[in-house]
């Protein structure tokens, strides 16, 4: 693929965002966090983008994504909107010359994902997938303590992916029509999140799963349901290791439950993102909770600590220390652990063989690239 890099001199990370919804909102604050100036926006009509761009506080609004990807004032591209939409528009920023952000979902079939990992490895630009809680420290922590021995031999994971915002008959959203969200609801938006995390913690790929799904209501906002509200897996891991991951849009009183529980011979480790200061230690002779401190962190969680001990780090949090290492790529570093394409073609072969094994109730092997 052919590209022209915009001619931006020194402003590498001049930000330009398609889409106007929470996410939207969420990548703007990362990137005016991380000191880019935010130069325009487009959003489904140039009224909408008006509104947007003055409330975000963008430079311009643009009448159309093409336009901004037109802008030759613009160097890195979030593309924030309903995923059917993420490959196209991402193969086109990445067409102008454009670093890219893309929300997850990368594409909704593997065909799609490879095409955009195989695009982003052959123009040279930087192309990044928003799992951001690899960014939490006690994430980068338990990553580390793994890595180095202390947990022993992964034995087994016991994983979870909680939210309740789907619990009602009437809840509904743009995510539960398949030709804006795609054929995976649940698994694709949360459950994508969990098994990067498991992943990127373990340094172990999924080898192989089985998985059942269900969809509660059979209709929401006067259509027929064709996604799936919950999607209940079991998994083995390269190792041997044996876990189940339950993911669910409908797990009253949670509201991001996101928990990763891993056993070693040695030890277990578990993080509860709604808890992101601390993690539980479990050893035969006792267990501990390890509290968030630069002072004694990993050089990897270290990193992230942006803050002293005993002052909270978030979500935001975690996603500006992710917007920071993307404007870090574009400036020519490689940051340990950043997510990109590739790991968004990771998620579209995990979610086509959860889909897959729902589907037939057989085990399914996963592509290991």
């Known amino acids: 693929m052919t590209t022209e890099v915009a001619d931006i001199g020194v402003a590498t990370a001049r930000t330009g965002i398609i889409g106007g919804g929470f996410m939207a909102r969420v990548h703007a604050h990362a990137a005016r966090s ?60 990445l067409e102008a010359g454009k670093h890219v952000v893309c929300e997850k979902p990368l594409a909704t079939t593997v065909a799609q994902a490879e095409l955009l990992a195989r695009a982003a490895a052959e123009s040279g630009l930087v192309a990044a997938v928003p799992f951001v809680y690899r960014y939490h420290p006690m994430v980068r922590e338990a990553r580390d303590r793994i890595a180095h021995g202390a947990v022993g031999t992964l034995l087994s994971l016991d994983c979870a992916y909680l939210q309740d915002w789907m619990l009602l008959p009437d809840d509904d959203d743009w995510r539960v029509d398949p030709d804006a969200g795609g054929p995976s609801r649940a698994f694709a938006d949360i459950g994508s999140h969990l098994c990067d995390l498991v992943e990127f913690v373990t340094g172990e790929r999924i080898a192989r799963l089985v998985a059942r799904t269900r969809t509660v209501f059979p209709e929401r906002g006067g259509r027929p349901v064709q996604t799936e509200d919950i ?45 992101p200061e601390e993690l539980w230690i479990g050893m035969r002779e006792g267990s501990q909770s390890l509290l968030r401190d630069p002072a004694t962190a990993s050089g990897a969680s270290a990193r992230m600590q942006v803050l002293p001990a005993g002052h909270p780090l978030g979500y935001q949090d975690a996603f500006n220390a992710f917007v920071a290492d993307v404007h870090a790529a574009v400036a020519g570093s490689v940051p340990e652990g950043m997510p990109t394409f590739a790991d968004g073609l990771r998620a579209a072969q995990l979610t086509e063989a959860v889909l897959a094994s729902a589907a037939s109730g057989a085990w399914i092997e996963v592509p290991h690239e």
């Not at 999607?231 to 949670?254: C, H, N, Y």
């Open 34 to 93: 991380a000191g880019a100036p935010l130069v325009a926006i487009a959003t489904s009509s140039p009224t909408s983008a008006r509104r947007a761009a003055a409330e975000l506080g963008f430079a311009h609004a643009a009448d159309s994504a093409a336009d901004l990807l037109r802008d030759r004032d613009v160097a890195v591209v979030h593309v924030c909107t309903p995923n059917t939409t993420h490959a196209d528009l991402a193969l086109a920023a």
């Open 231 to 275: 999607a209940a897996l079991l998994v083995e891991t390269e190792s041997g290791a044996l876990g189940t991951l339950l993911i669910s849009q409908m797990a009253a009183g949670r509201k991001n439950a996101l928990t990763l529980e891993l056993h070693g011979s040695a030890e277990s480790i578990r993080f509860a993102q709604e808890n």
